[in-house]
C-alpha cells in the first residue's frame, strides 16, 4: 500500500512511501521512489502515474473510495470561503485522507488581471491568502488557467497583453515559492480565453517570465479542441502537470475511441513525466465512471 506524505520534503516535491504494518507511513525507512515534479529534467524511471479528479471536497470520500490517487481543488473556491469554513473544510480533508497534491482555478473572474485599474498589490493580497490556505491542504501544485481573468481587454494589443502576464507570472511565481508552491500555466482553447492558448505560447510565457516556481501544464481536452500537435510536449521540453479529458462532450475517459491518448502517454513517458494527471470531465455516473477512467488510464500508462 502506498501512502501519499510530504514530511520535510522540498517545494514540489512529493515522497510516497510504503505503509507499515499499522498503517502508518514508515516515512524514516523503506523510501519507494522521490519525485520532483517540477524539475528540468525529471527523472521517472519505472515509476508510474498517479491519477487524481478535479472536483470539490463534497467527492472527497467518494473518489478515496473509487480508488483515486488524489483530488484536486479549486483555488477559488477554497479563498470564497470564510476562515470558520475553511477550518470546517480542512479538518474534513484530514479526516478523510486522500491527498490534495494539485489545484487549478487559481483566480476568481473577479480578478481582471489585464485591466490597467488592477494593481500588483490587489493581485498579491489574493494570492498570498489563496496559497496560505492551499498549503495548509497540502498543495503543491497550482494551475494558473482562469481564462476570465487573464483575457485580454478590448483594445489591448496582443504584445502589451503577453508583457503584462509576464510580469503577473513572476508576481505568482515570488509569491508561490514563499509557500513551496510551484504554479503551472494552462493553454486554454480559444473558447475559453484569447491570450496563452497553445502550448508553444504557454511555454513562451515561461520561459520570459524566468522563474523556478513556473511550469507549463498540458491539458489533453484543449490541446485537441484547437487541434494542436500533442508532440509539442517532446518539442517544448516536457510539462509540469497534465490534466485529461475526452474531446467530445469533455467527459471521462472511460475507453479509447478516436482519442489520441495513447500519442499522449507516449509524448509524456519521451519525456519521463512521472508526475500527476488529474481527470477534469463530465460523468454522469461517477462511481459506474471511475473505475473504466482509472483502469483506462493505468493501461496507457503501462503500455505507453
Avoid: W
Avoid at 498579491?124 to 481564462?147: E, M, N, P, T
Amino acid at each position: 500500500m502506498d501512502i501519499f506524505c510530504t514530511h520535510a520534503q522540498p517545494a514540489a516535491v512529493f515522497l510516497f512511501c510504503r505503509a507499515s504494518p499499522a498503517g502508518k507511513p514508515a516515512c524514516r525507512g523503506e523510501k519507494i521512489f522521490l519525485i520532483d515534479y517540477t524539475s528540468d529534467k525529471m527523472k521517472g524511471g519505472n515509476v508510474k502515474m498517479k491519477f487524481g479528479l478535479c472536483s470539490g471536497l463534497d467527492k472527497m470520500a467518494q473518489a478515496k473510495q473509487l480508488g483515486y490517487d488524489y483530488l484536486e481543488l479549486a483555488v477559488n473556491s477554497i479563498a470564497a470561503m470564510t476562515d470558520e469554513e475553511f477550518d470546517a473544510a480542512l479538518a474534513q480533508a484530514k479526516e478523510i485522507g486522500l491527498p490534495v497534491p494539485s489545484f487549478n482555478c487559481l483566480f476568481p473572474g473577479s480578478i481582471a488581471l489585464l485591466a490597467p485599474e488592477t494593481t500588483d498589490q490587489e493581485i498579491a493580497d489574493y494570492l498570498h491568502g489563496a496559497f496560505k490556505r492551499v498549503q495548509a491542504l497540502g498543495g503543491k501544485i497550482v494551475v494558473f488557467g482562469s481564462g476570465r481573468s487573464r483575457n485580454r481587454p478590448d483594445g489591448m494589443d496582443y504584445g502589451a497583453a503577453f508583457r503584462r502576464l509576464v510580469e503577473v507570472a513572476r508576481i505568482i511565481g515570488d509569491i508561490a515559492g514563499q509557500y513551496g508552491i510551484t504554479a503551472v500555466v494552462e493553454p486554454l482553447n480559444r473558447s475559453e480565453t484569447n491570450t496563452i492558448n497553445s502550448m508553444a505560447e504557454g511555454a513562451a510565457l515561461v520561459a520570459a517570465a524566468n522563474h523556478p516556481h513556473m511550469k507549463l501544464l498540458c491539458d489533453y481536452y484543449h490541446v485537441a479542441r484547437d487541434n494542436e500537435p500533442l508532440t509539442d510536449i517532446v518539442r517544448l521540453g516536457g510539462v509540469a502537470h497534465t490534466h485529461i479529458a475526452t474531446l467530445e462532450g469533455r467527459r471521462h475517459p472511460v475507453e479509447e475511441g478516436p482519442d489520441q491518448f495513447r500519442l499522449f502517454f507516449r509524448c509524456l513517458r519521451e519525456t519521463n513525466y512521472p508526475g500527476l494527471m488529474s481527470v477534469e470531465g463530465k460523468t454522469d455516473d461517477l462511481a459506474a465512471d471511475a473505475p473504466r477512467t482509472l483502469a483506462l488510464l493505468r493501461k496507457l500508462d503501462e503500455e505507453a
